[in-house]
Every structure is written in C-alpha cells, then in structure tokens.
C-alpha cells in the first residue's frame, strides 16, 4: 500500500495532463513542477554528449589498467590533471595518501587428480602469496559461506576450501550482498579453520574464463592464507569433478608481491558565483583492478561525473561551486573517499554523486536532501523523468567512496544505473571500452547535467575563468 | 528465380495439404514423400536424448583439454574407448599415428612505448618460440592481409606486424574462409617480408579477452617466427594505440616446446545385418585446442554422433553398418581424416556424415548422394523438415576430417548447425561445457538418428550383439 500510494503521487506529479478523480481518503498531492528550460535545454543538450567518451576512451587507452598505488595509477593521475585543465577547470590539483598494494604475478590451478587439468584464476586482493611452489592440498567444496561456517574444522584443516554460490543478474545489483559473501567472508573463516587455500566462484553472472577479483580482507586475526577467484565455468566444473565422488589434489599457484606505494585523489572545480556556499561534490574512482582496462569501472564514472561538469562551465558561472573528485585507490577499501572525509568531511556540501555502476542507462532517481529540500529534490525528479529516469526513494543515496560521508549525514543523490550486465564485467579482463556503450553513456550524463544543473543553483552566462587563472 | 522455383518445389513435397493451381510453366513436380513411421518414432524419440549430454560432459569434465599428440588426447582415445565399449558398440578400438604439436609455455604481449600496458594474446599452432627473453620491436599495423602484401619489405623488416579485419557473425560460418586470412596467409607474408613476429587480431566475433588460436603454416619456405592472436578488444586497443600517431614499441613473449606425440582415431561400430554392404561413417573430432574443455569443439560432435549411432542400436540391427569415427588431431592439419582416408579411403562408404560447428541447433541439409540416390536425399529432407531443417543443395556436403574423402568423390551429408555464435567461442578458453544448449544438442541428435535411420537401411529388431562379443 504505502508503495501504491507514492507511485500514485507520483503519476500526478509528471502526467499533470492526466485528470483523475482525487479518492477521498488520499493524502495532498503536493504542486505540480514545472521543469526550468535551462534546465530541460542542458540536459536535451547532453544527449549529444562527446566529453565523457573522450575521457573514457582516452584513460583507458592511454593508460589502461591503474590498480591503486602503482606507477600505473599515478601515470593516470598525471593524465586526469591534464585533462581536466586542458577541459578549463579551475584548482586543478592530486591530493596523494599511502597505500599498500600487491602486484599480480604467476596464478594457476591445476587439477592434479582425479581428472588432471588447469582452471582459470586470479588472485582476490589481500591474498597470500603461494610463492612459486603454490600449494597443493585436496579440496574440500562448500555450496556457501554458510556451509563453510558450519563445517567442523577437522574437515577443512590442511585442505584447500571451494566455495560456491549462484549469483545471478538484477537489475539493482542486489545480489552483490549477499552472493559476495564467498570473497568478503570465505577467506577469513577458510583461515580461521585451518584452510592452507581458498578458491572463490567468482561473485560475478557471466560464463567467461574471466575471473572476478576483488578486495578482501583478513579479519579478526585470521592468517593470511592464498586466496583466488575461479571463473564461473571453472567453479562449475570443479563442482562436477567434486560431485564424482572421488578425492580431488589441487595445486594452487597465486604469486604476489606487495609493496607500499602512493595513491591519490585528483579533484578539479568549477567556481560558483558565491564561494561561501557549499560545493556540489560530482565524482568517481580513478583506480581500477589490474585485470581490465577499468572502463566500466570506472572511468566512464569519472567521465561522466567531470562531463556534467564541464558542461555547465560551458553553459555559464553556476552560483555553487562544482567540485569534481576522482578518488584513488577506490578498490582497495574506499581508500580515496576516505582521505577526502578525513580532510573536508567537517565541512559542508550540498550534495554528493558518485558514479560507480558502469555505463549503461539510468533507470531510477534517488536522493536523501532533507526534508526541507523536498522540492529541489523533486525537481531533480521532474527533471530527469523524460530519459526514462523513474523518481525512487526520498530518503537515501549511495556511492562507495562517498558511502562514509553519506553515512555521517552528508546530502546525497543517487542516480542508479541498469546493472543487470554490470556483474558480468566487474573486476574482470573483460572490462574493456568495447563494453561501453556510447548512447547509454550519454543519457548518463544527461541526467548527471539536469541534476547538476538544479544543485549547481542556477547558471548565469558571464565572463568564464581565464585559463591562466586555471592553472 | 531459381532460389524460388526450389523453394516452390519443396513447398509442394512438405505442405501436401495445401492446395494451389500449378503454373503452366512450372516443371514437373517430384512426388510427395512420407516419412517413414519408424523413421518418424526414432527422430521424436530422439529430442529427449541424454546419451550426446552425457558423452559431452563426461569427455569435457573427467579429460577436459585434449591437444593432439599429448597425453592428454591419449587419456581422451582410453577414456572414449570405455564409453563406447560401455555403450554397446562393436570393434570398438584405436588406430594411432604420429603427430607434431607443441606444449604452450609462458604467453605476454607487453607494450613498452608510448602507453605501457599489457595485452592478451595466445600462440597459433604452429608459432615459432620467442623464447623467455620474448622479441621486442617496433609494431606495423595493417588492416588486412592484402595491405600487408603491398606493404614494402621496408617497412616489415625486423618489426612486429599486427593485421586486423573485421569478422562479423554468420548463420554458416561464410566469414571464418575470408575473415580467417590474416592466421592462414598473415605469418607467412609477414615472415618472407621480414618481420620479427606478428600478431593478429582474433579470427572471431566475441568481445572478450579469450584470444582464439588455431592452426597456420609457414608456406614456401617461410622461416617460422613467433605469431600470436590477441583478443578481440586488445586488438581494437592495440589499433586505437597505433592510430595515436606514435611509435609503439611492443615485447612479445609467446613459448613453446615442440613435441613428437602420438594421436588416433577411436573407432566403433554398429553391425549391419548385411556387412557387405558399404557403411555409413558418422563422426567428429576428439582432439580439441588447450585453452578450453574443447566442448563445442568438438565433443559434442563425437557426442551427437554416438548418441545418433547408439540410438540406432538400441533400436534393432540396421542393414548397413554404421562406424562411428571420432578423428584424432583434427585441429593440427585433419590429420585423422587424412589417416582414416589412408587406411579405407579406396573403400565405398554409402555416406560421410561429421559433426564439427557447436552444439547449436541444424538448420539446413545438404546432401552429395548423387543423381541416383536423389529420392533418399529428398527422404532425409522430409524426415527433418519437422525439426525446423531446411533442404539445401543436393550438390554438396561438407566437414573437415572428411573433407579430402568427400573430394575424392565419396558420398556424404551436411547437416548444417547454426554458427552464429560458433566464431565467439571456437578456439578459445571460453568452449566450455556450458555453452552448450541440451535442448539444441538433443535437435542434433534428433537430426542425426533419422538421418542415420535412413542411411543405414531400415532398422530391424533381432537379437542384439552380446557384450561379450562386442570387446
């Protein structure tokens, strides 16, 4: 009921053509909204939008994969600083933070018996290092995390653990929760039992030879054991061998070796008219996996997030200031969000937008404003409604890096990408450009310009910062 | 015209009920055909098949890769020894000859200048070894085989050349002749133009970063030198890289050791009632490349072979014998084909019949029966016409192993499986046991026995061979 009752809100909101006898018991509907023709006219402008292939394209061209805290990362740091001030933005600058990170070296698995053959794998991040004997052990197969749990340790000690599941497509990216549980969880409990390995089905939807990586982490004084990821159609067939019956050696080979290095956040504005009011953060992660090309995750974030941006600098001076971050070291923990809460986190904003979901369209409009911006939020609503984008909730917004300060109170919009292929790719080799598809991309930023265009206050043309003044 | 007088004709033989004035110009139509009831039982029968599932999961889960001339092809021959001698075939046994393959070591393609990163790639059949020191050289990027002809020997010598093209998805397979010259003819015109080693784009239709190999030959003389395939999208990287304008420096690291091993055909038969009479041969291929589980590639070509031939079995004794052939070292040069064709190639066989394009379902049968036997080939395309298959050409048949009989001039049938998404697996890690639809699989199988029913002469039930006699 109460779900009937806002979609009915709703319809009388956007479809204000639609007369309809008001049920006598129905709450007020609260005024219809006109959307503002600037607004309308960036947005329908956006559709046209080259800025955040450009940008996608050119980070994962020309530099590919920039897994947080390698030469490879700040070679794209170095990238994004001059890029974003060849677009015209303004206090262009890399905000650096340590990290420490593990560079990828020889994986394999191979079946020793019964049924001699190599799978595919990939070390999850924080894993041990096999070094270049790897381990060999028999395996013991678990459905989930749950069976894992339930296990008596004499089962496991010695042993290399598999962990399955059966994650599947949503449009939401929901099961991502729960069926990740096997890498967020499988390695500290496969330690903690005595495990001398674990190897993951993937937390991921496809049947490629792809495995999906991903950070995890060792908790409650587990010891660090090798941890990797299966493909799919790996996971799938060692269930089977599993199932004949008989013992099955594997030897499991993940070498790794850590160093500590640097990451960093590169953050480039838009200056409103009046700097004393809060910024509207727009932002993605700049670090990828080491596997693809990151393009799905997430240089088209950053693309769109900096396109949107640019966007309005072209359309004008907005009254706030735009401030577009492009966190480092997302993938290994948030790192970049982190740093950037530790030193602005105090400090007001008008709202935070990250993108970090892919490319494709965007299906569904969040925000958490307060309940004093209701109408700024439905604006935002209004607006985006005619890219097929439906009004959600009222009440939250997400993001990864910008999670930690949505949670201490921070306003926040979400605007929710289609992730039904999203687990497809995620943390694979096959996050490449191809996968990107350009007109999806730019409903993205279509909608990233209207919502930016509303929280930005009001564009005005004018004489635009000089390009010395930039640098 | 013709294309439509023919389909005119068969729309005469299948749709009997349809009534419609004949053109005075029409030529003569053949007679109606029905499908014989026995015929007709078996095909139904057959779409619930799980004997061609069972051989395809088996082979692919308890042997997996099976490259020719190894020991892995060895344990596949053992193993398709036990199944088939399980199934109740007769003169079941292995006929070996020598083969000539190589064992893939440690495969990289890195660029150095002016983007480091590194791509996916995988040695061809047949690719000389770089060693573990790799070669590095300048790349030269062609976007065919016919502009690296016209290219001067200037501008190859001592560089990598890299040809592209642009493949795209058939229902036949029509692209893999053309679309496939950059693997046949590229390492040969690059190495007599001399290039240091060269690297193509897959001769594929996927977009992911499972590179596809397959077989070449340095022709003429041609000193081997290293050749690879990337991936689809490391290809298209690599070519948005060269376009940038400037030099691009690339280290090619592709091993392998050549190895002198043994390969086979594993042979089994159905008895026919009158073994004077010539068989009909039914087959696949046994071997498959070492990156996947060679599942569409090719068991479930042995599989909807056996699974065919045994459901004959099961039925009673056909009049013809049926040898069921599973062709070892296909995937090296046919080389099974050649060895079969060597020891009874002068000997007639009433039809050659070889499954070797996925698991997808028939379409279309061909037939090269000759003149003589056009009413049989005219059954066999009323018999399949309720499964959704199209009678083609009665001028020819195809497969690969008994291609060189089929030229000799031995009868076959072609019966077509849908290749569309054939060329995004072939040849890659990702031919795997769930790319393969049991629903279209057991179409297959359904095909195979009634046309096997056909063949083999009519199926009578009698006392079957003992078990003990068949070993």
């Known amino acids: 009921m109460p779900y009937g009752l806002r979609m009915k809100r709703f319809a009388w909101a956007l479809l204000l053509a639609v007369p309809a006898p008001l049920p006598a018991q129905a709450p007020a509907e609260p005024p219809p909204i006109a959307v503002d023709l600037q607004v309308a006219a960036l947005r329908d402008a956006a559709l046209k ?10 980070l994962t061209t020309e530099i590919g994969q920039r ?16 890029k974003l001030r060849a677009m015209g933005f303004s206090n262009v600058r890399i905000e650096e933070f340590p990290v420490r990170t593990a ?15 190599h799978l595919v794998v990939n070390a999850l991040g924080n894993s041990a290092s096999t070094g270049p004997a790897g381990v060999t052990g028999e395996v013991v197969a678990f459905d989930n995390v749950d069976a894992l749990r339930l296990a008596p340790e004499s089962a496991i000690r010695g042993k290399i653990v598999f962990v399955d599941h059966r994650m599947t497509a949503t449009q939401d990216g929901i099961g991502y929760g729960q069926f990740g549980a096997p890498r967020r969880q499988g390695p500290t409990i496969a330690s903690q039992k005595g495990a001398i390995a674990i190897v993951i089905r993937s937390i991921g939807t496809d049947h490629n030879r792809t495995p999906h990586t991903g950070v995890m982490s060792f908790d409650n004084g587990a010891r660090p054991i090798p941890a990797g990821a299966l493909s799919v159609p790996d996971a799938e ?11 099955v050696t594997m ?3 993940l070498e790794s070796q850590p160093i500590d290095g ?15 009011l809060p910024p509207v953060l727009v932002s993605g992660h700049l670090d990828s996996w080491d596997l693809g090309t990151g393009a799905i995750d997430d240089a088209a974030g950053v693309a769109i997030a900096a396109a949107a941006a640019k966007r309005i600098m072209d359309a004008g001076r907005p009254l706030r200031t735009i401030r577009v971050v492009w966190f480092g070291s997302e993938e290994l923990g948030l790192f970049g969000g982190l740093d950037y809460r530790a ?14 979901f892919g490319a494709d369209r965007i299906y569904k409009v969040d925000s958490k404003l307060g ?17 097929g984008i439906v009004t959600g909730s009222f009440e939250k917004a997400d993001g990864s890096d910008i999670g930690p300060m949505l949670a201490d109170g921070q306003p926040g919009i979400g605007l929710n990408q289609d992730g039904t292929r999203y687990f497809d790719l995620h943390h694979t080799s096959n996050d490449t450009l191809d996968k990107v598809d350009i007109e999806q991309l730019r409903q993205n930023v279509a909608a990233w310009t209207a919502t930016l265009a509303i929280l930005s206050g009001g564009i005005e043309p004018g004489p635009k910062p000089s390009r010395a003044k930039q640098r």
């Open 262 to 276: 640097t990451s960093g956040n590169v953050i480039a504005e838009v200056p409103g008219r009046d700097p004393s």
């Open 371 to 387: 309940a004093a911006r209701r109408e700024e939020a439905r604006m935002i609503g209004a607006a985006l409604a005619p890219l």
């Open 103 to 117: 560079i990828r070296g020889t994986e394999s698995a191979e079946i020793l018996a019964p049924f001699p053959q």
């Open 49 to 58: 939008d080259d800025y955040a292939w450009d940008i996608t394209e050119g």
């Open 67 to 82: 897994l947080a805290g390698t030469e490879a990362e700040a070679r794209a740091r170095t990238w994004a600083v001059a």
């Open 251 to 253: 030897r499991l080979r």
């Open 343 to 356: 030193r602005y986190g105090k400090l007001p904003h008008h709202a935070l937008i990250e993108s970090d």
């Open 237 to 247: 067939q060692l269930m089977r061998i599993v199932k004949r019956g008989k013992p």
